[in-house]
Every structure is written in structure tokens, then in C-alpha cells.
């Protein structure tokens, strides 16, 4: 007879947890659980990336349009309806939660729904029931905070925003990530009267700060109230509806809807972590050593839980690791260096390696940067511009980071990735031949680099 009922229970499944617990069953042949209490596919699918994404793509055709008369097309009465947009969205949000059930069925993992809470080294308690197992894995992914404000009450999180029955005429966004930006450029283009607060210099605190003032600008351009280095003091209900906002400056404005994407913290509260001996950090993150493992040897933890790197492919990387780990026999870390990402703004963002700012510390560094207005808004008329950023190593000609904004930045990016990933150098780039006409050969005639006294 078995000792436990299971040799993994997942508790969470999210694009970590389920890559875990699929490759666990499928792979190697283990007896695996996975727990879950909202819906199976996690914040990227359910909640974030792919919905977003979604709105992303639906917002740019009031800029298709527009951009479309500079190419001969007469374009005729076009009106949009967001309640269309939203039931598409959620209509592929259910397909791919289906997806997800099936890969996890056919590959013999027990789907168990509710809340997982741990009530030892070995037991996961959900609705009242407990269920053992040799090795448990927790990933629980993130959740929205805010602070704590008179008024906070009256807003919504990016979770809400996703689903909004209609759209305001006015709306605030509070925060300067890339959750922010991204929001502000959807509502903004399906016409919105959006303005962002944001406590920062800049919106994207840790990017590139070309990246950052190039950003803001276009936002600008496109209508977009920035307010930086600004705070909000307190919400109140208006009585014809709406809201007031203060501002730490005594300002009052005021807005038919409130968001706020200030961050998002480790979800760890009430499922037993510290009860049962898992070390938390002073964010409350799960603290795990190189191979995912907390301080207790039998509990594991991957993904936003962790607070290590917050991006999904990661996520995806450190269940494999996981699993290699445990089931192979073979230590496995994820390296976390030079991983690409991007930012779903508008205009897009994609980024990799070391900002300017971060290589300067350590390295002596030459900077190749190009502004450029896109081919494609030569004939569209728009003022939209392109910015490309390569900072490379002086000593040893390495590219250690590259930084764009513009159309295409995140398809770019990726294989920008791969190169910095084998250790390209600037001559590298220099030798290979670009492809013409495009933004993307910029990368590779960029020759000669700022002046040492430039600014950032």
C-alpha cells in the first residue's frame, strides 16, 4: 500500500503549476494532484497576459483605421462595441480552459477544486479534506494590492478591468508598471479619456530610461495625461455618480472610474505555508534555494509565489527544472540572465539583458541608440516613433543589453534574445546582414556609438 495518496500535489494551476504536474505524469510516471480554486490556466491565461493581450489587438484598429486612408482605403462607418470584444474574449478564455483540462486529463493528473490549505509536510487540506502526498509544490501565482487610502474601496484592479460591462467616459489609472501602461493604452484608443498617476519620474521604473521618456511621450501623443512624481491622497463617491480624487498637490479631479495597478504581491496568505515551517521573505514571498526548494525539504515552491523573476515563460522554466530535479536525479536551475520581455504598451516595448544604468556599474560601455519614424507611418501620416537602444561591453565587445520601443518591438526582441543568450558581440551584429526594408535591420547598421558624455 502506498504511504501517501499521491508523489506530488500541485497547489495551484497556473502555467507553472500545470507544466509541473503534467511533465510529473506524463513524463515520469507520477501519481499527481492539482489544486485550484478559481480557474484552471492561472493569472496569464485567466487574468492577465492572454485576455490582455486580447484588448491589445482590439484596441489597435481605431489606429488601423486611421492609419488606413494614408494607403488609398476609404474606410466606412465603423462603430465599436465593447460588449462584443469582451464576449469574444471570454468565449477564447473558455476554450483554453478547456485545453488546460484536457492536457491535464490526458496526461493522468487528478484535477481537485477549492482552496488548498497546508497542514503539514505532507498534507494539503481542501474543503475539509485531506489528501497526502510525497512532494508538494506551491504556486499560487500573485494578486493585486493596493495601499491603504480613505476610499480604496471604490476602485477596480486589472482582474475587474477585464471584464467591465461598459466603458467609462472618463477614467484614472493608478501606477507606473507595465500593468499601467498597457490598460492606459487600451482604454485610451477605444476612447477613453484616460490619465495615469504615477509616483515615479517615468512610467517602468527599472527599464531603460530612453525606453521610459519614449513611452511617455507617446502616450502623451496620443492623449494620455501622465501625472508623475504624483499621489493619490483619497477617493470619494460623487452624488451624480463617478468620483473625486485629491492628489497630494491639493488637486481635485475627478473620474467615472478608478484602477489601480500599484503591484501585485506573493499569494501566500491562508494556506498554511508558515504553519507548517516554509520561510517567508519580508514581502512574504516563498524563499526557496536554486532548485525551487523551501525550507522544508518535501515543499517546492515555482513562479510569482517566489518572487524571483514574475513572468510566465520563467514560470514554465522552473516547473521543467522541477521536475528534472526531483524525478531525473539531476540538480537543475534556471538561469535567469538575459531573459527577454515585453511590454504590450502603445507603442510596444521589448526588452533584453542590462539596462544603461545597470551596465555602467560594472562595465565600461559603449551606447548605439537610432530614432526613426516607422516605414509604415511614412504614408499613415502618424507621428509615431521608433527607438532602438545597444549597449555593448568596451572591453570585450559583448552586447549586454538591447532596448526597443516601437511598432514590432516584442517579435524583434525574441531573437535578439537568442543572440544575447549565445554571448554576441557587437561585431556579430555588425557582420550580419540585415533584412530591408524593416525596422528590425536597424540592429545591425547602428555603427557608431554616443558620445561618452551623453545622457542616459
Not at 71 to 94: C, M, P
Not at 209 to 221: A, D, F, S, V
Not at 303 to 313: A, C, E, I, S
Amino acid at each position: 500500500m502506498a504511504e501517501y495518496d499521491y508523489d506530488l500535489i500541485t497547489i495551484g494551476a497556473g502555467s507553472g503549476g500545470v507544466r509541473g504536474s503534467r511533465v510529473a505524469a506524463a513524463r515520469y510516471g507520477k501519481r499527481v494532484a492539482v489544486v485550484e480554486n478559481l480557474r484552471t490556466g492561472g493569472t496569464c491565461v485567466m487574468r492577465g497576459c492572454v485576455p490582455k493581450k486580447l484588448l491589445v489587438m482590439g484596441a489597435h484598429y481605431a489606429e488601423d483605421f486611421e492609419d488606413a486612408h494614408g494607403y488609398g482605403w476609404t474606410v466606412g462607418n465603423h462603430h465599436f462595441d465593447w460588449s462584443r470584444l469582451i464576449a469574444a474574449k471570454d468565449q477564447e478564455l473558455d476554450r483554453l480552459e478547456g485545453v488546460y483540462h484536457r492536457i491535464l486529463r490526458e496526461a493522468g493528473v487528478e484535477e481537485i477544486f477549492g482552496t488548498g490549505r497546508l497542514t503539514d509536510a505532507h498534507t494539503v487540506e481542501v474543503a475539509g479534506q485531506s489528501h497526502t502526498a510525497e512532494t508538494i509544490l506551491v504556486a499560487t501565482g500573485g494578486w493585486p494590492v493596493m495601499p491603504d487610502i480613505p476610499g480604496i474601496e471604490h476602485v477596480i484592479t486589472s482582474n475587474e478591468a477585464l471584464d467591465l460591462k461598459q466603458l467609462p467616459e472618463r477614467m484614472v489609472i493608478v501606477g507606473g508598471g507595465y500593468i499601467a501602461v498597457e490598460f492606459a493604452g487600451i482604454f485610451n484608443a477605444l476612447g477613453v479619456d484616460v490619465r495615469l498617476i504615477l509616483r515615479a519620474d517615468n512610467p517602468l521604473r527599472g527599464f531603460d530610461q530612453i525606453i521610459r521618456t519614449g513611452l511617455r511621450q507617446e502616450m502623451e501623443k496620443r492623449g494620455i495625461t501622465v501625472d508623475c512624481e504624483t499621489r493619490v491622497n483619497s477617493i470619494e463617491p460623487l452624488d451624480g455618480g463617478g468620483y473625486s480624487l485629491r492628489l497630494d498637490q491639493a488637486e481635485l479631479i475627478e473620474a467615472d472610474l478608478v484602477m489601480y495597478a500599484t503591484g501585485r504581491a506573493p499569494n501566500t496568505e491562508g494556506i498554511g505555508l508558515e504553519e507548517v515551517g516554509v520561510a517567508l521573505d519580508d514581502k512574504k514571498a516563498i524563499i526557496v534555494d536554486e532548485y525551487s526548494k523551501t525550507s522544508v525539504d518535501s515543499i517546492y515552491a515555482i513562479g510569482d509565489v517566489t518572487n524571483r523573476m514574475n513572468l510566465t515563460p520563467v514560470a514554465l522554466a522552473e516547473g521543467m527544472a522541477f521536475c528534472r530535479t526531483l524525478y531525473d536525479g539531476e540538480p537543475t536551475s534556471v538561469d535567469y540572465g538575459n531573459v527577454p520581455t515585453a511590454v504590450f504598451s502603445q507603442p510596444p516595448i521589448g526588452t533584453v539583458g542590462l539596462t544603461e544604468a545597470e551596465a555602467r556599474q560594472d562595465h565600461q560601455v559603449n551606447v548605439y541608440q537610432s530614432r526613426f519614424r516607422p516605414m509604415k507611418h511614412t504614408l499613415s501620416g502618424r507621428e509615431e516613433f521608433t527607438i532602438m537602444k545597444i549597449i555593448v561591453d568596451r572591453a570585450t565587445d559583448r552586447v549586454l543589453g538591447c532596448h526597443m520601443v516601437g511598432l514590432d518591438a516584442p517579435e524583434i526582441i525574441q531573437g535578439v534574445g537568442i543572440a544575447l543568450k549565445c554571448g554576441a558581440t557587437k561585431a556579430q551584429f555588425d557582420a550580419t546582414i540585415g533584412i530591408h526594408p524593416t525596422a528590425a535591420e536597424e540592429l545591425v547598421t547602428m555603427r557608431e556609438p554616443l558620445p561618452d558624455d551623453c545622457d542616459e
